[in-house]
């Protein structure tokens, strides 16, 4: 059964630095493309940035500020997160998608990330 884990979220002050980690279990890691989103209270889920063994993009709202990386020997994705805001908060998932596809069979559980102004 495939699994993705989530790790890493917390709590931190406007300016401060976080490091994300999803680790995948039970599929191909060099089959699929991994991408972060986040939700916040009473909003809908939003990409954040997607990683495709060195290819990466992000959204504009974060572009600058994250980096998004992989480990293929550790089939774990990291998403460095510096000089966070207050609008940064929210709960962060990874998504696994087929190379190509557009459709996340396997989503993790969440992290929470908060940032105090």
């Known amino acids: 059964q495939a699994q993705l884990v989530e790790s890493g979220g917390g709590f931190v002050q406007t300016g401060g630095s976080l490091r994300l980690a999803c680790t995948a279990s039970?599929?191909?890691?060099?089959?699929?493309?991994l991408d972060w989103f986040r939700q916040a209270p009473g909003k809908e889920r939003a990409f954040v940035a997607s990683?495709?063994?060195?290819?990466?993009f992000y959204a504009d709202s974060v572009k600058d500020r994250f980096t998004i990386s992989g480990d293929s020997a550790k089939n774990t994705v990291y998403l460095q997160m510096d000089n966070l805001k207050p609008e940064d908060s929210a709960v962060y998932y990874c998504?696994?998608?087929?190379?190509?596809?557009?459709?996340?069979?396997?989503w993790g559980q969440g992290t929470q990330v908060t940032v105090s102004s």
């Open positions: 990683w495709s063994f060195g290819t990466t």
């Open positions: 039970g599929l191909k890691f060099s089959n699929f493309d």
């Open positions: 998504g696994a998608r087929a190379h190509g596809s557009f459709e996340y069979p396997y």
